[in-house]
Nanobody, 125 residues
Framework: QVQMVESGGDLVQSGGSLRLSCTVT????????MGWFRQVPGKEREGLSL????????YYADSVKGRFTISRNNDRDTVYLRLDRLSPEDTAIYYC??????????????????WGQGTQVTVSA
């Protein structure tokens, strides 16, 4: 059984930083690309960042490029997302996902077989 547990979400002031973690069990972690997404109620789930299984390739949405940093530790079966210079517009539930790297459409949800339950990030003005 695959389990994906996100943590690190919190209430933070505008301009602040957070580091989200997602620990995975039940799969061979290093064989999977890992992605981070977020969703605001009433809106589509937005792809933010992706990292390949080896960590050699990372990819970012334009909305977070230069502010968010993805990394992974395959010895700990964990993927991270560092969020810097946060603004209220970053308030959302953040999800991690495990799947494949599709360079033509990296954030297509069909690429991801497994999803976490999400962690809430709230940024106050």
């Amino acid at each position: 059984q695959v389990q994906m547990v996100e943590s690190g979400g919190d209430l933070v002031q505008s301009g602040g930083s957070l580091r989200l973690s997602c620990t995975v069990t039940g799969i061979v972690f290093a064989n999977y690309a890992m992605g981070w997404f977020r969703q605001v109620p009433g809106k589509e789930r937005e792809g933010l960042s992706l990292i390949t299984g080896s960590g050699s390739i990372t990819y970012y949405a334009d909305s977070v490029k230069g502010r968010f940093t993805i990394s992974r530790n395959n010895d700990r079966d964990t993927v991270y997302l560092r969020l810097d210079r946060l603004s209220p517009e970053d308030t959302a539930i953040y999800y991690c996902a495990a799947g494949i790297y599709n360079y033509q459409d990296p954030f297509n949800r069909v690429n991801f077989a497994y999803w976490g339950q999400g962690t809430q990030v709230t940024v106050s003005a």
